[in-house]
Nanobody, 119 residues
Framework: QVQLVESGGGLVQVEGSLRLSCAAS????????MGWYRQAPGKQRELVAT???????NYADSVKGRFAISRDNALNTVYLLMNSPSPEDTAVYYCYAHVLRTGGWGGYWGPGTQVTVSS
């Protein structure tokens, strides 16, 4: 069984910063892509950023230059540093990982963590 658990969400000011973390646990033989997605009220879930095991990154245009994704492969953990957030970044943030476990590869989601940006 594989589980993802996010942490670090909460209330942040527009001039502040916030770092989200997501740790994968369970019987894991490898992880290739990890990433962050978000869903605001009344909207569909959307990509924020992804990172491969080799460190290649991809960002949504709306967060380029403000957010930074990173990972620690030894800890099976992915991070999202949110700099200069705006109220439009308010959403539930979900962690995603593509994991090699018993039975092959599978995609997993965390339960989500709320991020609220206050002006």
């Amino acid at each position: 069984q594989v589980q993802l658990v996010e942490s670090g969400g909460g209330l942040v000011q527009v001039e502040g910063s916030l770092r989200l973390s997501c740790a994968a646990s369970g019987t894991i033989f490898g992880i290739d892509t990890m990433g962050w997605y978000r869903q605001a009220p009344g909207k569909q879930r959307e990509l924020v950023a992804t990172i491969t095991s080799g460190g290649s990154t991809n960002y949504a245009d709306s967060v380029k230059g403000r957010f930074a994704i990173s990972r620690d492969n030894a800890l099976n953990t992915v991070y999202l540093l949110m700099n200069s957030p705006s109220p439009e970044d308010t959403a539930v943030y979900y962690c995603y990982a593509h994991v090699l476990r018993t039975g092959g590869w599978g995609g997993y989601w965390g339960p989500g963590t709320q991020v609220t940006v206050s002006s």
